[in-house]
């Protein structure tokens, strides 16, 4: 995610916390621009952990795989 969106994400949150609050198109572009940022986090811990390998007492290297 480029730095601006989540500079905007963060001056959103700053001015919903003012007594000003936020506007309903503000809201919508909070919850489009949180969205984005979450879809991106999960798939950037998803790629790391697909690149996760456990290396046991004897150095046998058995790659992470996803509970059923």
Known sequence: ???QHIDRIN???RKAKTDEGLTP???AERAELRKAYIA???QSL?????NTYIVDHKGNKTKLEKKH
């Open 25 to 27: 198109e503000e809201h």
């Open 40 to 42: 991106e986090f999960r």
């Open 46 to 50: 998803q790629t790391q952990l697909d």
């Open 1 to 3: 995610m480029k730095q």
């Open 11 to 13: 001056e959103l949150a």
